[in-house]
């Protein structure tokens, strides 16, 4: 290798340091970035990207994805044919659950007060509950069920009712912009570590204990409300100024208990019938929710898959991925169809460079992340590492991520030619950089990897974990994965699991940014001599 070819593959901070110190500038191996590629890669992206005209693809012609939706269906089909089309090899759908829930899909909620006066309600329904089966109209009243017990004194007295089961709450003026970026100070803090807080078995039972609790109430309250003649049951959104955040209700399972209409209503709307029957008004309502399960038993769940096969390491995996899934009442554009065509474009863009790996570049669309990374969870159970089913019922009725199996972590073959997880599921937020995950000896690679993109605004590498998305499935078994730090735009403002979950949300530059930067890191990590370095980790049951 010749002396100018090894300075244009040495990151910035290594070429600083054979400046400053020449008798230990090799020392150590300095993290190789093949520049030429990098420009490549920023070139097809920036020139060509088809990470717009694929997000309005998915979001306004197929629209929102619930799992098993007849809408995921057609999604995952249109996943296919895209990556297919790339050129991309075994491009496939794998089932993670064999009976995942049945299909479920709503076309329309109309809620109408039509006494003491008229007024057009802004409501929109949980997943997974019934529709109304045409117009229905009652009574409005308040009732309170925070247990099982609350109950019987309710019994005999809900009969063609509509019932309210929050109290109403004052709206909170918010101090925070509706759009932001980080700020440099706000990067600055997120590269320091604040030291974690000793774990708390007792803690963590009681919070398994509250949802195992909730869980029995909400099948209860289905019961009763069904067998009471309830019509509808109403809730407030949990933020303000009209915007309704809307997730899963009634029974996903055949066989469940799936309750009666019900539907989350904007703050604003919902105040005003509480304090209407505080008063004495007697609200009536019309609602009308044309909502229908697809199927009357549990379909299997998919993921969707593609690969841009290795050459010398090809049975070694680098894989990147986002969800496919989302809500039903946007178009599930920030959350998460940002993230399945930034991963999509990476391919592409890898793909039309005509980049050879080394390692296979696998991507993962998942299926179930929204009910508890059931996508994920179940391909890292299946092909890398799991523990042994849990032989306790409780344990073994909570989502996957959330079981504590029965003895040690039995890894499966694949466990120790996997590289690494990339993810990418925090709306449209331009990425600012990276979190390690507390993995200390990834921290001097992704900084190399990053010193391309700087000019783009990405810089930061955190040892902070972050958790909420699919990484956690690979992270909590001891493999490499991690998430992207992104700028938070209007994500937790107006965008996430709400009706405000569309195109008009996202900032196509912040993809193009995205899809360029994570097709470099797949491709620089599928190039190394070595796996991705990884944390210590130690066996939960050991």
Not at 126 to 135: E, N, S
Not at 211 to 218: H, I, P, T
Not at 522 to 534: I, S, T, V, W
Request: hydrophobic share 40%; charged share 25%; proline share 6%.
């Amino acid at each position: 290798m010749t002396a100018r070819l090894i300075a244009r593959r040495l990151c910035p901070a290594a070429l600083l340091l054979s400046a400053l110190l020449p008798g230990l500038a090799f020392a150590q191996v300095a993290e190789p970035v093949d520049l030429d590629v990098v420009a490549r890669i920023r070139h097809e992206a920036f020139h060509r990207s088809q990470v717009a005209a694929n997000l309005k693809e998915l979001t306004e012609t197929i629209g929102p994805r619930l799992t098993n939706s007849p809408a995921y269906v057609r999604s995952s089909a249109w996943a296919r044919e895209k990556l297919s089309g790339y050129g991309l090899s075994n491009v496939h759908d794998e089932v993670y659950d064999e009976a995942f829930g049945r299909g479920w899909e709503f076309r329309s909620s109309r809620v109408e007060m039509i006494a003491p006066r008229e007024l057009p309600i802004h409501a929109l329904p949980k997943a997974w509950t019934p529709g109304t089966d045409g117009p229905v109209e009652g009574e409005v009243v308040r009732a309170t069920f925070k247990t099982i017990e609350d109950i019987e004194g309710q019994r005999g007295k809900l009969r063609g009712k509509i019932v309210l089961l929050d109290e109403a709450r004052a709206r909170t003026p918010s101090d925070r912009p509706d759009f932001r970026r980080y700020t440099e100070a706000e990067l600055g803090e997120l590269q320091t570590f604040p030291t974690p807080q000793d774990a708390d078995p007792a803690a963590e039972e009681k919070r398994l204990d509250e949802y195992r609790k909730r869980q029995a109430l909400v099948r209860a309250l289905n019961t009763f409300f069904a067998e009471e003649g309830v019509l509808a049951v109403l809730s407030i959104s949990s933020w303000d100024n009209g915007v309704v955040r809307v997730m899963g209700g009634g029974g996903r399972k055949a066989g469940e208990p799936v309750g009666v209409p019900e539907l989350v209503l904007a703050s604003t709307h919902y105040n005003q019938l509480v304090r209407a029957v505080e008063r004495g008004q007697a609200p009536r309502l019309r609602v009308d929710v044309d909502a229908r399960f697809t199927s009357d038993a549990d379909l299997p769940a998919t993921n969707t898959f593609a690969e841009l096969r290795g050459s010398s390491k090809a049975n070694e995996t680098v894989i990147i991925g986002a969800h496919l899934d989302s809500w039903h009442t946007g178009t599930g554009a920030a959350d998460n169809g940002a993230g399945v065509v930034v991963m999509m474009e990476a391919m592409r863009i890898l793909k039309a460079i005509d980049a050879r790996p080394r390692r296979t570049i696998r991507i993962a669309l998942w299926g179930g992340e929204e009910q508890g990374l059931h996508g994920s969870s179940g391909y890292v159970a299946r092909h890398l590492a799991d523990w042994p089913v849990p032989t306790d019922p409780e344990q073994a009725a909570l989502p996957r991520a959330f079981q504590r199996g029965t003895g040690p972590l039995q890894r499966r073959a694949a466990y120790d030619r996997f590289s690494t997880y990339f993810n990418f599921d925090n709306g449209t937020g331009r990425i600012r950089g990276i979190y390690a995950q507390e993995n200390h000896a990834a921290v001097p690679v992704f900084r190399a990897w990053l010193a391309p993109f700087a000019d783009l605004g990405a810089t930061i590498v955190t040892t902070r974990n972050t958790g909420s998305t699919d990484h956690i499935a690979f992270d909590r078994v001891g493999l490499p994965g991690f998430q992207f730090v992104q700028d938070p735009a209007d994500y937790f403002t107006h965008v996430h699991h709400t009706q405000l979950d569309t195109f008009d949300h996202v900032v196509p530059d912040d993809l193009k940014q995205a899809a360029a930067i994570i097709a470099s890191f797949a491709y620089h990590a599928a190039m190394r001599d070595e796996r991705l370095p990884r944390k210590p980790f130690v066996d939960r049951d050991e």
